[in-house]
């Protein structure tokens, strides 16, 4: 999402004229929905008192001297303290059973608010609530985003004692209303902060659907921006306690700092990926990135630490962020990137508004209009033009593809040109490359085709033992594999013989290698004459031993075929240089259904086990058994 804008004088006028427009509407929306009282029922008398330790309640609030309580004014802001506060007011009599009259308090994050109505006459309250975002919304006497209490009919003055104790700011915005009016001014209010929201979501969710369609990272940055300030923002006004975590008391405690949070480091990914921060400075390219992280890492810490203590640490990194994004963004614009001049007016409103906003909560400053309002002015603006910024750059990107276009078909027209130059001289070489390339063609072919056949002459000497003609060890192995899968798969026997002829170095040290050379010639022609089954295999793995592959044969038919070639080369005696040598043989035989890959291979362990057993036992003599007999 790169803007590389070298001049865009015809832009200035209508950012400038955009901008303002934006900022008076929406000073205009915020101040005609925020409450006007000067006709409607007034409270006075309005004081508080705080107390370290919980020793007041509602049954002896009323004994407190008026000495002891504190004259202040609403909208109450008494910054961040973790005592307990008491606040005091008088609100007027009813004048009619058509005129309810219900005490609102327009600031949803306070954990824990009790009040209290009493006659002014009287030490019972006369009624009781309880709200604050530490205890289900179910709970409250009226499911409103914001506390909300209806006040009982009397025809005298009332005292309302309000209890607040919340590890936040402690902000007490109080106002009395009648029923019909406040249902006319919340019903006003929900509408335009609906539309506002539904601006936001629409922005962020159509940035994450660019993300795929250009491939760039910018827009799922802007996209994670803009759905994070939706969120603080709906926490802000209560909304997302009451629709999004439902009666979840702890990530409402968590909500603020982890949205705001969240807001902040995808605004300072954006601003890398939008600016040529690293062109000018890879120093300032690594802080910027740095804030990213900094800021997440505040985010997962405040999952653990106390809230009253990250808040603190977040509005000291939101302060230190603000300076210098303003300060990154006027530094850009005066080495004349462009874009940072729209950037830094952009940020400009959001980054100031949510400073003001949150220095206002902590009782550092005080501001003319509500926090609140002061945070959706900013996001509406600072959107607006982000967003002017995104048409501005299709607009620069829509020039460039159309001067690239005109560039491509003078390209192409000159191109053609050469072409038809081309065809001629292609035309007139054409039927000899053709000719050239099916000549060279069918050598190949040819080659091809005698490689093929010497490759598979090769490969079958490479299986064949040289002296007796049976295949060696190499074919063994990738036999033993092959059959093994084939009884995993088919679910058939497999068995294995494995042949070692007796007294054999005796052989060879009498009649030497020639006259082993003969004996071990004269076994393989025996054993291959018993062997009836194509599939079964002669296999000579060393230097007097033989294997037997005998597939899908259970224990008794292999046992049956290797002890008839035991019998057969004892009753066969080699004549070699007019002497009879007598030949034995010793074996062992094991049958399995193969379960894995390796199985094949503890088969073969097994087998030549039992071979070692038929040694042991006397020679000339064949041990058999299943392998799951053995495990």
């Given amino acids: 999402m790169r803007i590389n804008l070298k001049a865009m004088p015809r832009y200035d006028a209508g950012l400038v004229a955009i901008t303002i427009i934006a900022v008076v509407a929406f000073v205009f929306v915020v101040f005609s929905l925020s409450p006007s009282m000067s006709n409607g029922p007034q409270f006075s008398q309005l004081k508080y008192l705080s107390q370290a ?27 961040m303290h973790n005592d307990i506060y008491w606040f005091s007011l008088l609100i007027p009599p009813t004048q009619s059973d058509e005129h309810r009259y219900v005490l609102h308090i327009d600031y949803p994050l306070i954990d824990n608010l009790d009040v209290g109505v009493y006659r002014s006459i009287g030490s019972t309250p006369v009624a009781t609530y309880s ?5 289900p919304l179910r709970l409250r006497p009226i499911k409103h985003v914001t506390p909300l209490f209806p006040l009982p009919l009397s025809a ?9 104790q919340t590890s936040g700011t402690i902000r007490l915005p109080i106002s009395i209303w009648e029923e019909r009016e406040f249902l006319n001014y919340s019903s006003g209010k929900s509408i335009a902060l609906g ?20 491939r760039n990272a910018s827009f799922l940055y802007y996209s994670g921006y803009v759905l994070s300030l939706a969120l603080t923002l709906a926490t802000l006004h209560g909304f997302g306690y009451k629709y999004l975590w439902v009666d979840n008391a702890w990530l409402q405690s968590k909500s603020l700092l982890l949205f705001s949070s969240s807001t902040i480091m995808f605004a300072a990914m954006f601003t890398r990926s939008l600016l040529p921060i690293r062109e000018f400075s890879v120093k300032l390219d690594n802080i910027t990135r740095s804030i990213a992280w900094i800021v997440g ?46 950037f830094t007016i952009a940020w400009a409103f959001l980054l100031i508004s949510g400073l003001s906003a949150s220095l206002d909560n902590t009782n550092l400053i005080e501001l003319p209009i509500s926090s609140n309002s002061l945070l959706i002015i900013g996001g509406a603006v600072e959107t607006l033009i ?32 050469a072409k038809e130059d081309l065809l001629e001289v292609q035309q007139r070489y054409q039927d000899d490359l053709e000719y050239k390339v099916e000549e060279r063609t069918l050598e190949l072919e040819i080659t091809l085709r005698e490689l093929s056949e010497v490759n598979q002459e090769l490969e079958r000497l490479n299986a064949i033992d040289p002296l007796t003609g049976v295949h060696n060890r190499r074919h063994f192995d990738k036999r033993l594999r092959s059959e093994g899968r084939r009884s995993r798969r088919e679910q058939t026997p497999l068995s294995l013989a494995i042949i070692d002829v007796d007294h054999f170095k005796a052989v060879n040290d009498k009649y030497g290698h020639d006259g082993g050379d003969e004996c071990l010639i004269h076994v393989t022609r025996i054993f291959q004459k018993l062997i009836q089954r194509p599939t079964d295999d002669l296999c000579r793995i060393g230097g007097e031993e033989f294997a037997i592959i005998l597939p899908n044969t259970d224990l008794e038919g292999a046992r049956y075929v290797i002890e008839t070639m035991r019998e057969a ?24 259904i193969i379960r894995d890959e390796d199985h094949a291979q503890v ?24 392998l799951q007999e053995k495990t």
């Fill in 195 to 214: 539309i506002f929201f539904g601006v936001l979501v629409a922005m962020g969710v159509s940035n994450a659907f660019l993300t795929f369609a250009a």
């Fill in 603 to 626: 088969l073969f362990r097994h087998a030549d086990e039992l071979l070692y057993q038929a040694k042991s036992a006397g020679r000339n003599n064949v041990k058999h058994e299943y």
């Fill in 297 to 342: 890492i505040n985010m997962i810490a405040g999952f653990i630490l106390p809230y009253s203590f990250m808040i603190k640490v977040y509005l000291l990194l939101l302060t230190l962020i603000v300076i210098y994004t303003l300060s990154l963004g006027v530094w850009l614009t005066l080495k004349g990137v462009v874009v940072a001049r729209y």
């Fill in 386 to 417: 982000l967003a002017l910024i995104l048409a501005i750059n299709y607009s620069h990107s829509r020039e460039d593809l159309i001067s690239a276009q005109q560039f491509a078909l003078e390209q192409e027209k000159q191109a053609n040109i």
């Fill in 569 to 592: 080369l004892e009753a066969s005696p080699l004549l070699y240089n007019g002497e009879q040598v007598t030949l034995t043989a010793s074996a062992g035989v094991s049958t399995t």
């Fill in 53 to 79: 330790e919980d020793t007041l309640n509602f049954d002896n609030i009323t004994r407190v001297p008026n000495g002891h309580w504190k004259p202040v004014t609403s909208p109450v802001n008494l910054g």
């Fill in 131 to 135: 709200a604050g975002d530490s205890q």
């Fill in 156 to 164: 005298e003055t009332q005292r309302v004692f309000i209890k607040v």
